[in-house]
């Protein structure tokens, strides 16, 4: 696809059929440091690599490879190609790409949409102040020289809008091909929007401001496809 990003041409999400997804998630789930590597890719505020999880439980590159394997077979974490550093071959990392609200025991997405609800209604502030201020408190756990696209392409992952990235020169498009907030959505679109907006907002501002958000485009939320513009930084 033309204006696909490296990361995107290299990922290989490894979706089975929706009627034996569950069974191969639970079977992939079942051994425990394999469970362990899926919570610690979930939880992460920014993609991760082999490395940082062969440090993280003393496993051997060959050992985490394996479960990160079986991991992507069963439709629970995305592998893609990360950013060039300069050296070398760009490394590979993981996601999650896990897309049913609270399947094993990853928080629902809706949780952290009614708490900024409520925030909207007691505070009385538009949704998309109280977006961008959710955005900056996450962005404040997203490790220092993240890149801020990564950050807010693992955040749309994590909450289950299966973000597809589309890079252009000095832009990026972060398309949306999946509206976890579908029936919401539908009826409040102008409220769930903006505070997705602000989210987004908060978190470019937060991971060091070498990324503007300039525009969300709404599509109808039962077809997806909503496109977050981005605008990257002269260096």
């Given at each position: 696809?033309?204006?696909?990003?490296?990361?995107?041409?290299?990922?290989?999400?490894?979706?089975?059929?929706?009627?034996?997804?569950?069974?191969?998630?639970?079977?992939?789930?079942?051994?425990?440091?394999?469970?362990?590597?899926?919570?610690?890719?979930?939880?992460?505020?920014?993609?991760?690599?082999?490395?940082?999880?062969?440090?993280?439980?003393?496993?051997?590159?060959?050992?985490v490879r394996q479960?990160?394997?079986?991991?992507?077979?069963?439709?629970?974490?995305?592998?893609?190609?990360?950013?060039?550093?300069?050296?070398?071959?760009?490394?590979?990392?993981?996601?999650?790409?896990?897309?049913?609200?609270?399947?094993w025991g990853i928080?629902?997405?809706?949780?952290?949409?009614?708490?900024?609800?409520?925030?909207?209604?007691?505070?009385?502030?538009?949704?998309?102040?109280?977006?961008?201020?959710?955005?900056?408190?996450?962005?404040?756990?997203?490790?220092?020289?993240?890149?801020?696209?990564?950050?807010?392409?693992?955040?749309?992952?994590?909450?289950?809008?299966?973000?597809?990235?589309?890079?252009?020169?000095?832009?990026?498009?972060?398309?949306?091909?999946?509206?976890?907030?579908?029936?919401?959505?539908?009826?409040?679109?102008?409220?769930?929007?903006?505070?997705?907006?602000?989210?987004?907002?908060?978190?470019?501002?937060?991971?060091?401001?070498?990324?503007?958000?300039?525009?969300?485009?709404?599509?109808?939320?039962?077809?997806?496809?909503?496109?977050?513009?981005?605008?990257?930084?002269?260096?």
């Amino acid at each position: 696809m033309a204006g696909m990003s490296k990361g995107t041409a290299g990922r290989r999400s490894g979706r089975p059929e929706r009627d034996t997804t569950v069974p191969r998630q639970a079977k992939a789930l079942g051994d425990p440091t394999r469970h362990a590597i899926f919570r610690a890719v979930a939880d992460a505020p920014s993609p991760v690599d082999v490395a940082t999880l062969t440090a993280r439980f003393e496993l051997n590159h060959n050992a985490v490879r394996q479960h990160l394997a079986k991991l992507c077979a069963a439709g629970l974490v995305v592998e893609e190609v990360g950013p060039s550093t300069g050296r070398g071959r760009p490394r590979l990392q993981y996601r999650p790409a896990l897309v049913t609200s609270g399947d094993w025991g990853i928080p629902s997405p809706y949780e952290h949409l009614a708490v900024m609800l409520v925030e909207a209604l007691r505070s009385g502030r538009s949704p998309r102040e109280v977006g961008a201020e959710a955005g900056r408190q996450l962005a404040a756990k997203v490790p220092g020289g993240v890149d801020p696209v990564e950050a807010l392409e693992t955040f749309a992952a994590q909450r289950g809008f299966e973000p597809r990235r589309v890079e252009r020169r000095g832009s990026v498009d972060l398309v949306l091909d999946r509206c976890p907030f579908q029936v919401t959505a539908s009826i409040a679109p102008d409220v769930i929007c903006q505070l997705h907006l602000g989210l987004a907002e908060g978190i470019a501002e937060a991971t060091g401001g070498s990324v503007e958000v300039t525009e969300l485009i709404a599509r109808d939320p039962r077809r997806a496809g909503c496109r977050l513009k981005l605008t990257r930084a002269p260096d």
